[in-house]
């Protein structure tokens, strides 16, 4: 056993013994609507003491024999006003889609940041629910920007040259030039990137942008453009890129649908796989309700010399074909739901070790985000 390994019984009897508190709820979080929440993303809101989840909301109880209930998916939000301890429904984000695309369209995976002066969010668009995957082949990256996380405004299209690209992850790293890492479905599902040219962010003019729409006539759209800098992360596939800085190293999570499959990286740049444990962690089964599976799809909140990991679990399918659809419509509602948790993170040396089983609630600090 390696030494990060082997630390992680003290670790939880010292918080255990720090915190004097209830062990942290499982699942953190099951959507009141569809049962199906998956892709967190969390922030808080400045100037108040909620922290905001926006996630897919799948549409889990939806009995069908085709994929319509992965797509057709709105963005839902759940809110926590006690430092990400339990979390609340708040509805869904409106205002995503484009005029000449009325109806029900397929939301995935958003990434929503704070950065120059305010919220962005990146998302995954495809038109209409198609039942299956052979109808939906082009996908793409939109941008929004907002001032409240509340009323959110259309920037563009985010063009990386292809037409099946999904769950956008932001960060500025060793170079101070903004990031996008993405999974590139025609390239075999790997994980590739590309880096802001133009003004900063959040400056904006009329036309002449390098963005290209998905509609929103008379809209203005960011002035500059993202280019393509090709693939960061090879096979095996994989999806879900989250990157963060901790430690003294920045960090790069993958859902390899086993686990998160960690890559360390000095600059943000350059990256390697994690050796520990074939590179995985959230691959071993966690105590809690909901928990007893790998960890799906995850996002990082960093906490000074900690971290908090957000991820989904499928609690009941078995990796199985999900095929009982209308033969069996309870059978598939059991295996389509999810549930959102949380487990912890920090660093030894150059692993990244995490803690599955929290002994105490979740407590996000505003002040111990990184600036």
């Given at each position: 056993?390696?030494?990060?390994?082997?630390?992680?019984?003290?670790?939880?009897?010292?918080?255990?013994?720090?915190?004097?508190?209830?062990?942290?709820?499982?699942?953190?979080?099951?959507?009141?609507?569809?049962?199906?929440?998956?892709?967190?993303?969390?922030?808080?809101?400045?100037?108040?003491?909620?922290?905001?989840?926006?996630?897919?909301?799948?549409?889990?109880?939806?009995a069908?024999?085709?994929?319509?209930?992965?797509?057709?998916?709105?963005?839902?939000?759940?809110?926590?006003?006690?430092?990400?301890?339990?979390?609340q429904?708040?509805?869904?984000?409106?205002?995503l889609?484009?005029?000449?695309?009325?109806?029900?369209?397929?939301?995935?995976?958003?990434?929503?940041?704070?950065?120059?002066?305010?919220?962005?969010?990146?998302?995954?668009?495809?038109?209409?629910?198609?039942?299956?995957?052979?109808?939906?082949?082009?996908?793409?990256?939109?941008?929004?920007?907002?001032?409240?996380?509340?009323?959110?405004?259309f920037?563009?299209?985010?063009?990386?040259?292809?037409e099946?690209?999904?769950?956008?992850?932001f960060?500025v790293?060793?170079?101070?030039?903004?990031?996008l890492?993405?999974?590139?479905?025609?390239?075999?599902?790997?994980?590739?990137?590309?880096?802001?040219?133009?003004?900063?962010?959040?400056?904006?003019?009329?036309?002449g942008?390098?963005?290209?729409?998905?509609?929103?006539?008379?809209?203005?759209?960011?002035?500059?453009?993202?280019?393509?800098?090709?693939?960061?992360?090879?096979?095996?596939?994989?999806?879900?890129?989250?990157?963060?800085?901790?430690?003294?190293?920045?960090?790069?999570?993958?859902?390899?649908?086993?686990?998160?499959a960690?890559?360390?990286?000095?600059?943000?740049?350059?990256?390697?796989?994690?050796?520990?444990?074939?590179?995985?962690?959230?691959?071993?089964?966690?105590?809690?309700?909901?928990?007893?599976?790998?960890?799906?799809?995850?996002?990082?909140?960093?906490?000074?010399?900690?971290?908090?990991?957000?991820?989904?679990?499928?609690?009941?399918?078995?990796?199985?074909?999900?095929?009982?659809?209308?033969?069996?419509?309870a059978?598939?509602?059991?295996?389509?739901?999810?549930?959102?948790?949380?487990?912890?993170?920090?660093?030894?040396?150059?692993?990244?070790?995490?803690?599955?089983?929290?002994?105490?609630?979740?407590?996000?600090?505003?002040?111990?985000?990184?600036?």
């Open positions: 056993m390696d030494s990060a390994a082997a630390s992680e019984p003290a670790l939880r009897q010292h918080f255990t013994k720090e915190t004097a508190m209830p062990s942290a709820a499982s699942p953190l979080f099951r959507c009141p609507v569809f049962d199906g929440a998956a892709d967190p993303t969390v922030i808080h809101r400045r100037g108040t003491g909620e922290w905001w989840m926006f996630y897919t909301a799948r549409r889990a109880t939806l069908t024999d085709g994929v319509d209930w992965i797509t057709g998916t709105r963005i839902g939000i759940a809110v926590s006003s006690d430092a990400g301890a339990s979390w429904y708040r509805g869904v984000v409106e205002g889609d484009p005029e000449d695309s009325p109806g029900l369209n397929t939301h995935w995976a958003p990434e929503v940041v704070w950065h120059d002066g305010r919220y962005h969010m990146f998302l995954t668009w495809g038109a209409g629910a198609p039942r299956t995957w052979a109808e939906q082949t082009r996908r793409r990256l939109v941008h929004f920007t907002s001032p409240d996380l509340e009323q959110w405004e920037r563009g299209r985010v063009d990386v040259g292809s099946n690209v999904i769950d956008a992850a960060a790293v060793a170079d101070g030039r903004p990031r890492w993405f999974k590139d479905e025609v390239d075999g599902s790997t994980t590739w990137s590309a880096v802001w040219e133009g003004p900063a962010l959040r400056e904006e003019a009329d036309g942008s390098g963005s290209i729409a998905v509609g929103r006539p008379g809209r203005r759209e960011t002035v500059g453009r993202w280019r393509a800098e090709g693939q960061v992360i090879g096979l095996p596939s994989h999806e879900g890129p989250n990157v963060f800085r901790l430690g003294g190293w920045y960090w790069m999570v993958v859902d390899e649908w086993r686990g998160q960690v890559h360390r990286s000095a600059d943000g740049l350059a990256w390697t796989r994690q050796e520990a444990n074939n590179g995985l962690i959230l691959d071993a089964p966690g105590a809690g309700a909901d928990d007893a599976t790998y960890g799906r799809h995850a996002d990082v909140v960093t906490q000074g010399d900690h971290a908090y990991i957000f991820y989904f679990t499928h609690p009941e399918w078995q990796d199985t074909e999900m095929a009982n659809g209308l033969a069996d419509p059978r598939a509602v059991r295996e389509q739901r999810t549930s959102i948790h949380a487990a912890r993170l920090h660093v030894e040396g150059d692993a990244l070790v995490c803690l599955r089983d929290l002994d105490a609630p979740v407590h996000l600090d505003p002040a111990l985000l990184a600036s």
